[in-house]
Every structure is written in C-alpha cells, then in structure tokens.
C-alpha cells in the first residue's frame, strides 16, 4: 500500500517531502482593494453580491437578458433576503434612433487645401462601389448584399447601409459620381433644397 503512494508522488515530480499547495484562497486571501472605505466596508466571509448590496450597488444588471444570471440573483436573493432590492420594477433607459452615419455639414474645409489633400467622408472607389449597388436594388440593402455580381468584395448588409448613409449624407461638392435616378430623393442635399423652397 505505502509503495503504491510512493509510485505515485514519484510519478508526479513530489519526491520528499514537498506538499500540495492549498489552492483555496476564499476565505484566507481577501481581495485586494485599494479604496479605503470600501475596504472597510467589504467582507470576504461573504458572496461579492452580499458586500456589493451592502455597499449600495446593485448585482445582476443584465439579469433580464442573461438568464443565468436571473437564476443566480434569485438564489442570493433566497439564501440572503436583504439582497432583494425595491429597484427591480425600474425600467432600462430608452435609447432613440442613432444615425448610421455623422453628419458632414458641420465640417469646416481648411483653405488652401487640393482635393486629394481633403479626406472626403466616402472615397471616391466606395462612392462609384455603393452607387453601382445602389442603382441597382434602391435602398434594399438585404438583396444589395445577396447580389455577388455588384457586391463583388460582398460586404455585409450593415456594412453596405452604413456606406450608403455616408453617401446620402454628402454634399453636392462631395459626391464624386452621377447619382443614379432611383435615389436620389434620398440625398441630404436634394432634401435641405427641398426644405429651403
């Protein structure tokens, strides 16, 4: 029996007396902080959900997204009912519609500067790229991106919107190529013409 033992440690390199290193630091290493009151303030006997509700943050964030995590929050929530927060009813902030692309018109052109010099927002090579496919499918974006004989580097159908919006966004100096019939009440600046009249 005591043979079997010794083959065994010899086999994994522990020959002598060296032991197993106690690989459990839970409870005998506490985490290292360096914010004093938060030092103060935190236990390492307890579960980071049970110091973080003491602290006043709230665990789980993402809990309606993350079903883990739902699981997890309520089982801290039935062992500890303390954790159980009022702030559950509260809703996420709603966010609005962000463009796909930034507006251009507030950028000032410096003076004196060749046209190769200025970095316009959409190449030259992606204006003639994205008009192709756009005279082609209008503003479907999904039958732009299935269409390998137009969409020959086949860019993704957000890749292909987002370079669309750039173009739509240009100004009249900007736009490189003729703009096909099928879009172009889509432009800003046919758009800001309109407006103006």
């Not at 602290?55 to 997890?72: K, M, Y």
């Not at 099928?182 to 758009?191: D, F, G, W």
């Amino acid at each position: 029996m005591g043979r079997k033992a010794g083959t065994k440690k010899r086999r994994a390199g522990r020959i002598g007396k060296t032991k197993l290193k106690n690989r459990n630091y839970q409870f005998y290493k506490p985490p290292q902080i360096n914010d004093k009151t938060v030092r103060e303030l935190w236990n390492p006997r307890k579960s980071p959900a049970a110091n973080m509700a003491v602290l006043g943050l709230q665990t789980a964030v993402n809990s309606s997204i993350d079903a883990r995590a739902v699981i997890a929050l309520q089982s801290a929530q039935e062992k500890n009912p303390s954790l159980a927060t009022k702030s559950n009813s509260k809703k996420a902030i709603e966010l609005f519609d962000i463009p796909e692309s930034d507006n251009m018109n507030g950028i000032m052109m410096l003076p004196g500067k060749t046209f190769a010099q200025r970095k316009l927002p959409l190449s030259i090579e992606d204006q003639k790229y994205i008009r192709k496919c756009l005279a082609r499918h209008g503003d479907d974006y999904h039958a732009m991106m299935r269409d390998i004989k137009t969409n020959d580097m086949q860019y993704t159908e957000s890749k292909l919107k987002k370079m669309a919006a750039r173009f739509f966004l240009l100004t009249r100096d900007q736009v490189k190529v003729e703009v096909p019939e099928k879009i172009k009440h889509l432009m800003a600046y046919n758009q800001s013409e309109k407006m103006g009249k």
